[in-house]
């Protein structure tokens, strides 16, 4: 485990000063693009669930990276994948919520039918910063009725305690930087 995690770490990349001064962007691109670190990624996550849910009915991708890491997880799992969207991206019945952001505020959605009420639902996404986006996409689960067993990022930016803000559902991250 700890040479897969190698494998992936080497492969994110630090953009200092983006998208603003005293930011360090971290990419995950060329985790997309490399096969060994992608693989990597799906490997741990994969071995962590096992690990610790016996029973997993569905995978959520938040939008967009969460769409990229998330169906290959579940397909691993032989499972449902369901994307939580930007609102307006998605026809049917939708249910939404609203969270704050920086400067303004956003809006998730998914389907109605995309969980049914007492699913067991590990959510995905390739970043945890400050928790907002991830903690709206909760919401969303939990008013489907749906049992949120964790929440999965391939990268936590620890100094901005987004996993504080998601108690008290779990986060596991990959890495972890401050």
């Known amino acids: 485990d700890q040479e897969k995690e190698a494998i992936i770490r080497r492969a994110v990349r630090a953009f200092p000063d983006f998208p603003s001064p005293g930011i360090c962007f971290r990419d995950i691109t060329p985790v997309l693009k490399d096969p060994l670190a992608f693989c990597s990624a799906i490997d741990l996550f994969e071995r962590h669930l096992r690990a610790n849910f016996p029973k997993i009915d569905v995978i959520a991708g938040l939008d967009s990276r969460g769409f990229l890491f998330g169906p ?3 397909q691993r799992f032989n499972i449902g994948f369901l994307l ?20 303004g505020k956003a809006e ?12 067991k639902v590990v959510l995905i996404d390739d970043l945890l910063a400050t928790g907002g986006t991830m903690n709206a996409a909760c919401e969303l689960i939990k008013r489907r009725n749906a049992e949120i067993l964790e929440c999965l990022v391939v990268i936590e930016l620890k100094s901005l305690d987004g996993a504080e803000k998601l108690k008290p559902y779990p986060v596991h991250s990959l890495l972890q930087y401050d």
């Open 84 to 103: 939580i969207r930007k609102k307006g991206k998605l026809p049917g019945p939708t249910e939404s919520v609203s969270y704050s952001l920086e400067y």
């Open 72 to 74: 290959s997880l579940a």
């Open 108 to 119: 998730l959605e998914m389907q109605c039918d995309a969980v049914e009420a007492g699913q």
